[in-house]
């Protein structure tokens, strides 16, 4: 692993941490802790906060897909450049809900919109 790679491992374990610190900072507020809490507690609110994880990272990543579209692309019908513009959507990801940013295209002659890949 090079230092740039091993770098960005202990920052997203660090960032892993407080996160795991916040979390237990919530549940102190909520006085979760004045007593023994019962597991299963604890981890629902660490399952729920690794979901929650799981979305955004996975709007990050389609947002990344759609930022390496290009502004036109050909329609596979007809094969005429379109102009793609860029349409939200909200899919649910087995870890919920998940708001997409796709890259669309519509083409008059044909008819049809079609979604270019990068
Ligand atoms: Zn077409």
């Given amino acids: ?7 960005r491992e202990a920052e997203k374990r660090q960032l892993l941490r407080r996160l795991a610190e916040l979390t237990v900072e919530e549940q102190r507020e909520q006085g979760l802790y004045k007593s023994v809490p019962h ?3 604890l981890e629902q609110a660490a399952r729920s906060l690794g979901r929650e994880l799981s979305c955004l990272t996975q709007e ?12 036109t692309a050909a329609c596979p019908s007809c094969g005429q450049q379109q102009e793609v513009r860029l349409q939200k959507r909200t899919v649910t990801s087995v870890d919920g809900p998940v708001e997409l940013v796709e890259p669309v295209a519509d083409c008059r002659p044909c008819r049809r919109s079609f979604f270019p890949s990068a």
């Fill in 1 to 7: 692993m090079d230092a740039t790679r091993l770098s």
């Fill in 39 to 41: 597991y299963s507690q």
């Fill in 60 to 71: 990050r990543s389609i947002a990344e897909t759609a930022a390496e579209c290009g502004a």
